[in-house]
């Protein structure tokens, strides 16, 4: 029978020893990690952060405009606006007042050339009326014709006063825009071919607007 030898003290610390180093190298080493990749659960936080702060801003941008919407008018431009707006109305007011005084002072200066226009003619009357007062027995018939070439004088300086121009066409070529063919006589030569023979009633002009076109026989040739 053969006697085992017990391992002395040196030899087991030497055996753990090998045993140890070789569990060591049977385990991996594990792999670098690099600070800059994203882990899925780094992924997964920052699309979670990503949402939250889309929506977080929408809702912002929501209540801006709300807010914007329902905002007061700034104190200085409602101040302003307000200003414009009563010289506004001051100024269409005076243009009002301005319109209807020049229209009332235009009537008036028509109402006096009217007024001194019929003081003329007014005198004229006077002396047809003191022609028609005499009386046939102690009237001649000079002093009647006399009183009316007067009568007729004054009535032509009161149409000139006021701008009347006569219109007495004898002789002249025929004017549609300023006379009116009342008769036609035959002409004796194509050169007499509508000229005016007689004026049987005068025609008026107003300061270049016709107030009533001469009456007159024309010539006609052939």
Known sequence: MTKKTKP?????IEAANTDLMEDAAEIEEPAAVDPGAATPELVADRDD???GGSAASGKDGEGA???ADGAEPIPDLQEEFDELNDRHLRLAAECTTYKRRVETERLDMWARAQADMVRQFVDALDDLQRVGSWQAHTTTVEALVEGVDLVERKFHQALEAAGVEVLDP???KFDPNTMAAMMRVPAE?????????DVMQKGYMLKGHLVRPAGVSVKKFG
């Open 65 to 67: 405009t709300e807010e």
């Open 8 to 12: 002395s003290t040196d030899e087991v």
């Open 170 to 172: 004898a002789g002249e």
């Open 189 to 197: 030569s194509e050169e007499e071919d509508d000229i005016v023979q």
């Open 49 to 51: 952060a990503g949402t």
